[in-house]
């Protein structure tokens, strides 16, 4: 399940904290002192020259949304598909021992290695597709069969990168908003995107789980795990306005994340 509705806004509470200590200083006895000259125009320091604020620099307010309707209509669905079905067992999930959710958590993301170094290679970052080829080499050795993360150990951090980022690094924009049936808040070239990474691993099978009944098993347990580690509940703030605030972080995220891709080709 890709993106499990990243959108939600979460208050940062900033606490100052102030010295009860204090000291008395005594003043110096009052003399009379000169008025300062009046500045001349020689002695003016010019402020430096700054460009005026345009509505350009602003993110845009306004997301292409074509398919409004059948967006609404799929994000009402997958809230009550969530409250349903999607929360009650990430909630048992979440009670298992933290060993067994975090062994979890680094063998299906170890799984995804194999995706990254092949899409950063195509992205023609070649140190990035090698770290994260030998993060997977690694982990699925030494960290018996991923279980443990012992490359982030080494120095070697996760950075997984995806098909729609390598478009975008290509210049495919982003395209239309889209709601997809389950997985939540995409926009058409992450839709794209999530085809091409399935059907890379799909084609790969490198640990032999991406076809039959293992596909099915292994992408329900991704689909949990990825929903338990989010903490987002629908209609949780009671803001009539849930659905564009989502839009809105979901796709001015994703232009944040093309513009560090540009940065970094």
Not at 140 to 145: D, I, R
Not at 193 to 205: A, H, S
Request: some cysteine.
């Amino acid at each position: 399940m890709k993106n499990w509705l990243l959108a939600s806004i979460v208050p940062v509470l900033l606490l100052g904290c102030a010295s009860a200590d204090f000291s008395i200083r005594t003043l110096p006895p009052e003399t009379h002192q000169p008025e300062p000259a009046p500045l001349q125009d020689a002695d003016v320091v010019p402020e430096p020259d700054r460009a005026p604020v345009t509505p350009a620099d602003a993110p845009p307010l306004t997301v292409a949304d074509p398919w409004l309707r059948i967006n609404r209509s799929t994000y009402r669905f997958n809230a009550k598909f969530d409250e349903a079905i999607s929360f009650p067992i990430a909630n048992t999930y979440r009670r298992l021992p933290s060993p067994v959710r975090s062994g979890t958590r680094h063998f299906l993301s170890n799984l995804s290695e194999v995706n990254s170094a092949l899409n950063y290679a195509a992205q023609l970052r070649f140190g990035p597709s090698l770290r994260s080829a030998g993060r997977f080499v690694i982990n699925s050795t030494l960290g018996v069969a991923g279980l443990f993360d012992v490359a982030a150990r080494m120095n070697l951090q996760q950075s997984p990168t995806g098909f729609s980022t390598t478009l975008a690094t290509w210049g495919v924009p982003q395209g239309p908003y889209l709601v997809l049936p389950l997985l939540g808040p995409s926009t058409l070239r992450d839709g794209v995107g999530l085809i091409g990474d399935f059907g890379t691993l799909y084609t790969i099978n490198v640990p032999a789980l991406y076809r039959g009944t293992e596909s099915w098993a292994l992408n329900g347990l991704t689909a949990l795990d990825r929903r338990a580690n989010t903490d987002f509940r629908y209609y949780a703030t009671g803001s009539p306005f849930e659905y564009e605030n989502v839009r809105f972080l979901y796709v001015n995220r994703g232009l944040i994340e093309d513009e560090r891709s540009d940065r970094m080709h």
